[in-house]
């Protein structure tokens, strides 16, 4: 029986109210994972047919797009037109809602929510190491990991069919990507806590990897994608997308990709531009670690500029911040993104995040193996009088992205297996890993499975793209090209 005073003393000290119930030993999670095979046996995930009641796919998108830049709107058609991957990548919210009605272990992990293979990428980590790593985190929630590596192998059959690869071709790509997601699964399942958060895939494991798995024009492009990555920073990037205005750079005017924010307010007033870029990087540079906060505040806001970035995310406000250091010599070049709600949440549940901006960070933090130190988040006046939530990051720091339709075959199965041992890193950090590769298991009834799905997929993927070309053709939605 419990005293009134005991009571008492639990509510104000936490640390007494609530001592952490017992870790679950590793074979009480393998057993998890196996028993979860009844909710849903892992064959069953070759399953996909649309139901009756699904949306409209161009309704699906025209609902996203109401919340967007007006003007941008038809430059995210135009981009999703131009082809069915195109398509895809603008095409995740239609996903979510697909992949909702298909079968679920039950188990969840921080999920990216938009895993498609553009979405894996060369970065820089703060050592200076170029690594291999998750890139895109605008829909990240935890939720159901069976769905970002449904997303990944669909992808791959997408980008597969416009390379012209034969079935059985496609099939061993997918095959061999979810193979070695599985498989990475179950080795970090029987790796302590901290090497699994140590895990990463840097320069010297990929030559590693194409060594064993490219011929020598593949290695050959690998080396040149590796260094081309190490020139793309925001000295690269200043060089691009600025210029001299009255002996002060200033971003280029190129609308509607790239537009100053001097077009945007009343003209002749600098004091209220200068005001608004000094507010919106002290409430950004408060998210910082303190040694952080502290660089930054080494340096000095002098330009911002709207660009449009992507194909799914063509409409949301993204803006580009320039900063200057010791001198004009040495930039930095912020992104700040629109965060919106993520379109796994209707299916999902919201995440525990104050602010979408916040959500977007803590999520990729959990994901990737080591990510851009200047990563944080705000919420702020918009130019409109309207609150918005942005995550900010450093524009181009070491990126390097993969070219599919360069791809041979084999290379695009080496790429889909790098992908694969990346996602299953990144679900091992925040999910269960030991009851995830249990539920997989050592056989391959998951990869076959996947395998049809995929195939499934990306026939609705074809004919969800053929819906937006016919609503373009009959003027229900405008398409340009910019």
Same mark, same amino acid.
């Given at each position: 029986?419990?005293?009134?005073?005991?009571?008492?003393?639990?509510?104000?000290?936490?640390?007494?109210?609530?001592?952490?119930?017992?870790?679950?030993?590793?074979?009480?999670?393998?057993?998890?994972?196996?028993?979860?095979?009844?909710?849903?046996?892992?064959?069953?995930?070759?399953?996909?047919?649309?139901?009756?009641?699904?949306?409209?796919?161009?309704?699906?998108?025209?609902?996203?797009?109401?919340?967007?830049?007006?003007?941008?709107?038809?430059?995210?058609?135009?981009?999703?037109?131009?082809?069915?991957?195109?398509?895809?990548?603008?095409?995740?919210?239609?996903?979510?809602?697909?992949?909702?009605?298909?079968?679920?272990?039950?188990?969840?992990?921080?999920?990216?929510?938009?895993?498609?293979?553009?979405?894996?990428?060369?970065?820089?980590?703060?050592?200076?190491?170029?690594?291999?790593?998750?890139?895109?985190?605008?829909?990240?929630?935890?939720?159901?990991?069976?769905?970002?590596?449904?997303?990944?192998?669909?992808?791959?059959?997408?980008?597969?069919?416009?390379?012209?690869?034969?079935?059985?071709?496609?099939?061993?790509?997918?095959?061999?990507?979810?193979?070695?997601?599985?498989?990475?699964?179950?080795?970090?399942?029987?790796? !302590? $806590? *901290?090497?699994?958060? +140590?895990?990463?895939?840097?320069?010297?494991? /990929? =030559?590693? &990897?194409?060594?064993?798995?490219?011929?020598?024009?593949?290695?050959?492009?690998?080396?040149?994608?590796?260094?081309?990555?190490?020139?793309?920073?925001?000295?690269?990037?200043?060089?691009?997308?600025?210029?001299?205005?009255?002996?002060?750079?200033?971003?280029?005017?190129?609308?509607?990709?790239?537009?100053?924010?001097?077009?945007?307010?009343?003209?002749?007033?600098?004091?209220?531009?200068?005001?608004?870029? !000094? $507010? *919106?990087?002290?409430? +950004?540079?408060?998210?910082?670690?303190?040694? /952080? =906060?502290? &660089?930054?505040?080494?340096?000095?806001?002098?330009?911002?500029?709207?660009?449009?970035?992507?194909?799914?995310?063509?409409?949301?406000?993204?803006?580009?911040?320039?900063?200057?250091?010791?001198?004009?010599?040495?930039?930095?070049?912020?992104?700040?993104?629109?965060?919106?709600?993520?379109?796994?949440?209707?299916?999902?549940?919201?995440?525990?995040?104050?602010?979408?901006?916040?959500?977007?960070?803590?999520?990729?933090? *959990?994901?990737?193996?080591?990510?851009?130190?200047?990563?944080?988040?705000? =919420?702020?006046?918009?130019?409109?009088?309207?609150?918005?939530?942005?995550?900010?990051?450093?524009?181009?720091?070491?990126?390097?992205?993969?070219?599919?339709?360069?791809?041979?075959?084999?290379?695009?199965?080496?790429?889909?297996?790098?992908?694969?041992?990346?996602?299953?890193?990144?679900?091992?950090?925040?999910?269960?890993?030991?009851?995830?590769?249990?539920?997989?298991?050592?056989?391959?009834?998951?990869?076959?499975?996947?395998?049809?799905?995929?195939?499934?997929?990306?026939?609705?993927?074809?004919?969800?793209?053929?819906?937006?070309?016919?609503?373009?053709?009959?003027?229900?939605?405008?398409?340009?090209?910019?």
């Amino acid at each position: 029986m419990t005293s009134k005073a005991g009571t008492a003393t639990r509510r104000a000290n936490p640390k007494v109210a609530t001592r952490k119930a017992p870790c679950a030993t590793p074979r009480e999670r393998a057993e998890k994972g196996r028993a979860a095979r009844a909710n849903a046996s892992r064959s069953s995930h070759a399953e996909f047919a649309p139901t009756r009641q699904r949306p409209d796919p161009v309704d699906v998108i025209e609902k996203q797009s109401a919340s967007r830049v007006p003007e941008l709107v038809p430059i995210r058609y135009g981009r999703m037109s131009e082809s069915p991957f195109r398509f895809y990548r603008g095409a995740a919210a239609i996903m979510a809602g697909d992949l909702a009605g298909t079968p679920m272990s039950g188990l969840r992990a921080q999920v990216c929510g938009d895993a498609h293979m553009l979405n894996f990428r060369l970065l820089a980590s703060p050592e200076r190491l170029l690594l291999f790593d998750i890139n895109d985190f605008d829909e990240t929630l935890p939720g159901p990991w069976e769905w970002d590596v449904k997303r990944l192998a669909t992808s791959l059959v997408i980008a597969g069919r416009e390379n012209e690869y034969t079935d059985r071709e496609r099939a061993d790509i997918v095959r061999a990507t979810v193979r070695s997601y599985r498989e990475q699964m179950r080795r970090f399942a029987a790796m !302590g $806590d *901290l090497d699994v958060w +140590y895990a990463k895939a840097d320069s010297d494991q /990929l =030559r590693d &990897l194409a060594s064993g798995r490219l011929h020598k024009r593949g290695r050959k492009r690998l080396s040149k994608a590796l260094a081309k990555a190490r020139t793309r920073d925001s000295l690269q990037a200043f060089e691009k997308l600025t210029h001299e205005v009255d002996g002060k750079p200033r971003f280029i005017s190129s609308p509607p990709l790239i537009t100053p924010l001097s077009e945007f307010v009343p003209a002749g007033d600098p004091d209220a531009i200068e005001g608004r870029l !000094g $507010d *919106l990087v002290e409430r +950004y540079r408060r998210t910082l670690r303190s040694d /952080l =906060r502290h &660089l930054l505040g080494r340096y000095t806001v002098v330009d911002m500029a709207r660009k449009v970035v992507g194909v799914g995310s063509v409409g949301t406000r993204c803006w580009i911040l320039l900063l200057l250091g010791r001198d004009e010599g040495d930039p930095l070049i912020l992104q700040a993104k629109e965060a919106d709600e993520s379109v796994l949440a209707a299916h999902v549940g919201a995440g525990e995040t104050a602010t979408e901006g916040e959500r977007v960070v803590a999520g990729q933090r *959990l994901m990737q193996s080591a990510g851009d130190m200047l990563l944080g988040w705000e =919420r702020v006046d918009g130019i409109d009088g309207r609150k918005r939530d942005f995550y900010v990051r450093q524009l181009r720091d070491w990126k390097g992205i993969a070219e599919p339709s360069l791809m041979v075959p084999r290379g695009m199965r080496a790429f889909g297996e790098l992908c694969g041992a990346t996602l299953a890193r990144a679900h091992a950090r925040s999910g269960d890993r030991i009851a995830i590769a249990a539920y997989l298991g050592g056989g391959d009834s998951f990869d076959r499975a996947l395998t049809t799905f995929a195939e499934a997929y990306a026939d609705q993927n074809e004919r969800d793209h053929a819906s937006l070309l016919k609503a373009v053709e009959t003027g229900r939605v405008t398409a340009e090209s910019a």
